[in-house]
């Protein structure tokens, strides 16, 4: 490593637990066992999980769990195309997953917010979010960044990423599902 990534990645390290950038703000933060994959609604109003014991809907607004299905029988789980049958207020919806089998969920919003996974302490990683016109490699903001999750080091980010409207934030590892919010 040269002199100058030497000093961005010890920046990066440095980068702690903090409040959310205004306008966002923390909805829930909510344990889940064996976690799959996840995907937003069109709507944006919830978010589908899938575990290894089967779905659950989640208001993407109160993180208030509004639907579970304990039955993992994999018939509305297509791994190759990353889509998932939605249940509850998801029913007959199919929606695009991503999780440990791949895919992605969009990490720019259309107005320029962004989502970056960093890993300056390899394997471990963490996610910060941008406000328009910033990045994370410029050395000048590094310093206002902050760390959204997962909050300790043991825990691998899954998936992250923005909902279709982009006022919505998750970012999910194999035991938490961390959601974020904010209103236009």
Not at 21 to 46: K, T
Not at 111 to 138: H, I, K, Q, R, T
């Amino acid at each position: 490593m040269n002199s100058y990534t030497k000093k961005l990645v010890e920046k990066l390290r440095k980068i702690e637990r903090g409040d959310t950038p205004v306008p966002w703000v923390p909805v829930a933060s909510i344990a889940i066992g064996g976690f799959e994959a996840a995907g937003f609604s069109d709507d944006s109003d919830y978010l589908l999980v899938v575990t290894s014991s089967g779905r659950g809907v989640f208001s993407t607004r109160t993180g208030e769990k509004v639907a579970r299905d304990s039955n993992y029988d994999g018939s509305w789980y297509d791994l190759s195309a990353l889509t998932c049958l939605g249940i509850g207020p998801l029913e007959g919806e199919s929606l695009h997953v991503a999780g440990i089998h791949g895919g992605g969920l969009p990490t720019v919003a259309q107005d320029g917010w962004s989502a970056s996974l960093l890993c300056p302490n390899w394997p471990e990683g963490f996610v910060v979010l941008c406000e328009p016109g910033e990045s994370v490699w410029d050395e000048k903001r590094i310093s206002s960044l902050v760390r959204l999750a997962p909050t300790h080091g043991d825990d691998d980010v899954a998936c992250y990423g923005f909902s279709p409207c982009g006022n919505r934030l998750v970012i999910a590892t194999s035991s938490t599902i961390d959601l974020f919010s904010r209103e236009r």
